[in-house]
């Protein structure tokens, strides 16, 4: 099955158990796909084989529009996939500034860790997103510690608050 081609009907057809939403994400996951799981009244917590359901694929994907929806219909903010990824550490790792603003303004758990022990913050400065880590910081999460090896492509100075280094 092409997730580019599936329906709310072609959702509702099949089980509702983890098998839909593994055969759905063989290609990866779409916005047509994401659309349709809303418009289909498809459970929006029901998990794939891996922990992940419709708002933490939406959420890497950045689909701004539907994660809105979903919360509105009451999606788990903090629900983790296996790995601990939350919807706001996925939306951070994908440098996703609206979905961190609307994860946030959903009172999601700033500084919650994946299994590697990561902060959203963490992984958004990680990556190189800045303004995403400035953002996390500005709402209560800790200032994720800076690799004095590692070259920052904007300084500090993007953070509120001092940013501890973490000694070689």
Request: with cysteine; hydrophobic share 45%.
């Amino acid at each position: 099955m092409s997730n580019s081609s599936i329906s709310s009907a072609d959702l509702m057809a099949l089980d509702k158990g983890e098998d839909l939403l593994d055969e759905v994400m063989k290609d990866a996951p779409n916005r047509n796909w994401v659309v349709a799981a809303i418009k289909g009244n498809y459970p929006l917590n029901q998990e794939d084989g891996k922990g992940r359901n419709v708002l933490l694929w939406a959420a890497a994907k950045g689909f701004a529009p539907e994660v809105r929806l979903m919360l509105g219909r009451g999606a788990r903010v903090d629900k983790a996939d296996d790995q601990g990824k939350t919807p706001l550490i996925l939306a951070a790792e994908g440098g996703h500034l609206e979905l961190v603003e609307i994860f946030v303004a959903a009172r999601a758990a700033v500084d919650a860790c994946d299994k590697e022990g990561h902060t959203a913050a963490e992984c958004a400065l990680s990556k190189g997103f800045n303004e995403v880590t400035a953002c996390l910081v500005a709402a209560g999460a800790t200032p994720p510690p800076v690799d004095t090896d590692t070259e920052l492509k904007q300084p500090a100075k993007v953070f509120s608050r001092p940013l501890a280094l973490r000694k070689p």
